[in-house]
């Protein structure tokens, strides 16, 4: 294998390895790390189509990316194909692509109808691609699951409707919405998926290491992946599925370069948001880098109780510098 480009529609990508759009993860810092790692393309968090167009401002701060996030991807969830258009208009200022979610399993996006509850209505789903397509000329993704449940899996018809209805690409997490993040997601489909279009498939679900992204790949026949939870912590997942495309072999990542990483990290944050909200919105991040280690246990209840940015640099530092972290 090699390194391979993906284009959508447009847009041409340099490699095929993307970053997946996650809720309260997927902000400007976290994404700058993983396009610093390799990432072709990252996604914005969710966007609300009806916060965007009722309460803009506070919404449009999700949309703001530092001069460096090129290309950058607007994910868009709701259920009006009306409203869906006139967000589609407002964030076509704000990326290179936009996405719609009709993946999302979360009980309140379901409730409005959005999100995987669209998997349930076809016909509102061509409505509200067409929509989308009428109202701006991006590339246009569609990132969306299996099917409801086991017994309405319909991510075939799905798939073409999309395809039919003016979607550049298809994204799919082989999951249903009633299984959440739990059992295995299901390869296979994006293979048959692959086979039902003709427009570029890009895989999604369980890549927790570079094999697994290489594996998809070649048995699915799959144009590109999309890499999710297993980032978590864990930006040089996408270093080393690039580096196994080349035919080389993933590096060990040495502490210092782990904590070099988490410094930035925190720089990054704490540039955008502020010493406090960086305290609290980065504790997740540094207990995922700390997975597998030794102390982490300990590492983690510290910083769950940590309240100022200070003592959480002189923590972290601390930490991550002991010669018998692995």
Not at 15 to 40: C, E, H
Not at 260 to 276: N, Q
């Amino acid at each position: 294998m090699s390194i391979t480009p993906l284009t959508i529609k447009t847009l041409n990508l340099e490699n095929n390895v993307v970053l997946a759009p996650m809720a309260g993860i997927t902000n400007s810092p976290y994404r700058q790390i993983n396009q610093r790692a390799g990432a072709a393309l990252t996604y914005s968090e969710m966007i609300s189509a009806n916060g965007l167009i009722r309460d803009g401002k506070r919404t449009l701060e999700l949309l703001k990316r530092h001069s460096s996030e090129a290309p950058f991807a607007v994910q868009l969830f709701g259920e009006d194909p009306k409203v869906l258009a006139e967000a589609a208009k407002i964030s076509s200022d704000y990326g290179e692509l936009l996405d719609l979610n009709m993946g999302c399993p979360v009980k309140k996006v379901v409730r409005s109808g959005a999100g995987s509850a669209l998997l349930q209505n076809p016909s509102l789903v061509a409505a509200a691609i067409s929509a989308i397509r009428r109202a701006s000329s991006l590339p246009l993704t569609i990132k969306f699951r299996s099917g409801w449940d086991k017994s309405s899996i319909n991510f075939l018809d799905i798939g073409k409707i999309a395809e039919q209805s003016g979607a550049d690409a298809l994204i799919l997490h082989p999951r249903t919405r009633c299984q959440g993040f739990s059992g295995h997601s299901n390869w296979d489909h994006i293979t048959q998926l692959k086979q039902a279009v003709s427009i570029p498939v890009i895989g999604s679900g369980d890549i927790n290491c570079a094999q697994d992204a290489i594996t998809m790949l070649q048995t699915t026949g799959c144009d590109g992946v999309m890499i999710g939870r297993g980032a978590y912590g864990n930006p040089w997942l996408i270093t080393d599925i690039l580096r196994l495309q080349c035919g080389e072999q993933p590096l060990p990542i040495s502490l210092q370069q782990r904590l070099k990483t988490i410094m930035e990290h925190l720089e990054l944050h704490k540039e955008i948001f502020g010493e406090h909200k960086t305290v609290t919105d980065m504790r997740k991040h540094l207990c995922w880098y700390s997975r597998s280690m030794n102390g982490a246990s300990e590492f983690r209840s510290q910083v769950n109780r940590i309240h100022s940015y200070a003592d959480l640099l002189k923590t972290t530092k601390q930490f991550f510098s002991r010669p018998s972290l692995i």
